[in-house]
Every structure is written in structure tokens, then in C-alpha cells.
């Protein structure tokens, strides 16, 4: 299974967002909690080089704390300000200490001269990671259009958190070859590839193999089958029995089933599972030192 998707819109949004990359104090990147390393986009990496930087591992109540744990203190070695987000309502004054912090120098270099700076702030990461549901949660309201999957921001849009705060809320970016296939197939998993172009029997039987490596039981109780060995076609049956996605005269309905697996994934009922662990050493270049369990 080859996956490469790079809507036309995505290369316009790169150059509009490097274009707005100058007007910006502080960049948030976020990327998936269960994937931190396939959901961060290494064109990210060298663009907003130089800038106060960020990252924040997004959906951390869908993944495993200890790991999360784990990645954060590497990310840490590495020089990188790191932390772990739920894009909540109930969190967004975490996000904003940390705009704060990473903001401090410029807003102390303005008020030397007298100006109450306001900190203009560009949040990015890759499809569907919840970059506008963490807009929304700083600004109280749902002012950033958001949705499950891949595209629902096409432009940049800025947002106006208070007096001396705004946000950029940039639609998610891939690159444009995605050479490290199974950072590809992770991105699937959790939708950051639209569906329509990806082969879903296959994807949603690499998934449950690897979920099933993972932590096997949840998986096992949410599917309702008890055999972690199974693989291929036989997976897929054993979902379809087990939830009951039947057609007339006892037929899978492997459709339903594959969307149901993919969705409920998605959505953190599968149980807390992050599927990347930290490498010895992290790089955004490359397969060599791709994180992997």
C-alpha cells in the first residue's frame, strides 16, 4: 500500500504560511501524543528555524502517559520546549502560560521602549491534529472552523485571542513525498490522509495488527473477538462477527466495519495506546531513526 497525498492547496498554504512566518513571536506546532514522531512534519522543521518554538503533544488523553512522559524528556534534551496538551476549555490557560513564557524576550525588548507588545503567535502541525480545537479553546468560542478530518482549514486565519494576543490558525501540512511509508501509514491511522485515497481494508488490518502488539486486550474486549494471533482478511471477519457487522445472510460488511475500527481509533476508545516510542536519537530526516514500538 503506496500512500502519497499532497492536496494543490497544501503547497499554496507553505508559501503563505512563509510568508507569515516573519510577522510571528512564537510558533505552537502541535503533533498527535500517540504518533510524535510521524505526525510532525520535517519541512515545519526547517521553516520556522529561529523562531520560539513550541511543541505540544496534542491528544495526550488518548495516549499512553508514561510514554508521553518518555518523549517529552527527549524532546526536552534536545532544546526543545515541549509539553503535553488536551485541547480542552478547561486547559487553555496551560497553553497560554507557555505562549507566555516563549514570548517573554520580545515582550521585554517592547516594553523597554515603551510598547505594549502585542504577541502574534502561528499555530501549525499537520492535518488533523487539533489545531483549530486548541484556537477555540483559547479564545472561549468556537471561532475556528473544525472538523475529524484532513482539509476543514484551507487558508490562513488570524485570530484575535485579547488586546496583545492573536493567533494564526494555518491548515495542516504534509510533504510532498512522503518517503517514510510507515510514517504514511500512521498518518492514515489517524486521519491526517483523507480515507478516500487510501486503501481501507489494508490500513485498518495494519492497524489492528499493530494495536494488538501493543496492548492486545482492550483491543480484544472493544472488538469483541479473543484471538491476538489473527491477521489479514481473518482480522477484519473477526471484527465484523464480534460487533455484529453482518449483511444479509451472514456476509461481513467489511465497509462498516473498517470505518468503525478507524473512527473508534480516532477517538481514544480503543484505550490510551501510543504506537511510536522515543529513538536513542531524534531526527525529522530520514527512516533511519524513525521511532517505532
Same mark, same amino acid.
Given at each position: 500500500?503506496?500512500?502519497?497525498?499532497?492536496?494543490?492547496?497544501?503547497?499554496?498554504?507553505?508559501?503563505?504560511?512563509?510568508?507569515?512566518?516573519?510577522?510571528?513571536?512564537?510558533?505552537?506546532?502541535?503533533?498527535?501524543?500517540?504518533?510524535?514522531?510521524?505526525?510532525?512534519?520535517?519541512?515545519?522543521?526547517?521553516?520556522?528555524?529561529?523562531?520560539?518554538?513550541?511543541?505540544?503533544?496534542?491528544?495526550?488523553?488518548?495516549?499512553?502517559?508514561?510514554?508521553?512522559?518518555?518523549? !517529552?524528556?527527549?524532546? +526536552?534534551?534536545?532544546?526543545?520546549? *515541549? @509539553?503535553?496538551?488536551?485541547? %480542552?476549555?478547561?486547559?487553555? &490557560? =496551560?497553553?497560554?502560560?507557555?505562549?507566555?513564557?516563549?514570548?517573554?524576550?520580545?515582550?521585554?525588548?517592547?516594553?523597554?521602549?515603551?510598547?505594549?507588545?502585542?504577541?502574534?503567535?502561528?499555530?501549525?502541525?499537520?492535518?488533523?491534529?487539533?489545531?483549530?480545537?486548541?484556537?477555540?479553546?483559547?479564545?472561549?468560542?468556537?471561532?475556528?472552523?473544525?472538523?475529524?478530518?484532513?482539509?476543514?482549514?484551507?487558508?490562513?486565519?488570524?485570530?484575535?485571542?485579547?488586546?496583545?494576543?492573536?493567533?494564526?490558525?494555518?491548515?495542516? !501540512?504534509?510533504?510532498? +513525498?512522503?518517503?517514510?511509508?510507515? *510514517? @504514511?501509514?500512521?498518518?492514515? %491511522?489517524?486521519?491526517?490522509? &483523507? =480515507?478516500?485515497?487510501?486503501?481501507?481494508?489494508?490500513?485498518?488490518?495494519?492497524?489492528?495488527?499493530?494495536?494488538?502488539?501493543?496492548?492486545?486486550?482492550?483491543?480484544?474486549?472493544?472488538?469483541?473477538?479473543?484471538?491476538?494471533?489473527?491477521?489479514?482478511?481473518?482480522?477484519?471477519?473477526?471484527?465484523?462477527?464480534?460487533?455484529?457487522?453482518?449483511?444479509?445472510?451472514?456476509?461481513?460488511?467489511?465497509?462498516?466495519?473498517?470505518?468503525?475500527?478507524?473512527?473508534?481509533?480516532?477517538?481514544?476508545?480503543?484505550?490510551?495506546?501510543?504506537?511510536?516510542?522515543?529513538?536513542?536519537?531524534?531526527?525529522?530526516?530520514?527512516?533511519?531513526?524513525?521511532?517505532?514500538?
Amino acid at each position: 500500500m503506496d500512500i502519497n497525498w499532497y492536496p494543490g492547496h497544501m503547497a499554496k498554504a507553505k508559501r503563505l504560511l512563509s510568508d507569515q512566518l516573519g510577522r510571528c513571536d512564537v510558533v505552537i506546532e502541535l503533533c498527535d501524543a500517540r504518533l510524535p514522531f510521524s505526525s510532525r512534519n520535517p519541512d515545519l522543521e526547517n521553516m520556522i528555524k529561529g523562531k520560539k518554538r513550541v511543541l505540544l503533544l496534542n491528544k495526550a488523553d488518548l495516549a499512553d502517559p508514561v510514554i508521553t512522559s518518555q518523549w !517529552l524528556n527527549r524532546f +526536552r534534551e534536545q532544546g526543545i520546549e *515541549a @509539553a503535553p496538551c488536551t485541547a %480542552y476549555m478547561n486547559k487553555a &490557560k =496551560d497553553v497560554l502560560r507557555l505562549i507566555e513564557k516563549a514570548a517573554s524576550e520580545a515582550i521585554e525588548k517592547a516594553a523597554q521602549k515603551g510598547v505594549h507588545k502585542t504577541v502574534r503567535v502561528m499555530v501549525t502541525g499537520v492535518p488533523n491534529v487539533g489545531k483549530s480545537t486548541l484556537i477555540n479553546a483559547l479564545h472561549g468560542s468556537n471561532i475556528a472552523k473544525t472538523g475529524d478530518k484532513p482539509g476543514v482549514t484551507k487558508a490562513n486565519q488570524w485570530v484575535v485571542i485579547g488586546p496583545y494576543l492573536q493567533l494564526m490558525d494555518s491548515p495542516g !501540512l504534509l510533504w510532498p +513525498r512522503l518517503d517514510d511509508q510507515r *510514517a @504514511a501509514k500512521r498518518l492514515c %491511522y489517524i486521519g491526517s490522509v &483523507k =480515507d478516500a485515497v487510501v486503501d481501507l481494508p489494508m490500513l485498518t488490518i495494519e492497524l489492528l495488527q499493530e494495536l494488538l502488539q501493543i496492548r492486545p486486550e482492550p483491543v480484544l474486549e472493544r472488538f469483541r473477538f479473543s484471538d491476538p494471533s489473527l491477521k489479514g482478511e481473518a482480522l477484519l471477519e473477526a471484527v465484523c462477527r464480534g460487533r455484529g457487522f453482518l449483511l444479509k445472510g451472514g456476509v461481513c460488511d467489511y465497509d462498516r466495519c473498517c470505518q468503525v475500527v478507524l473512527d473508534e481509533f480516532r477517538a481514544g476508545k480503543c484505550g490510551r495506546i501510543t504506537l511510536e516510542v522515543p529513538p536513542r536519537k531524534i531526527s525529522l530526516e530520514g527512516a533511519a531513526n524513525h521511532a517505532e514500538n
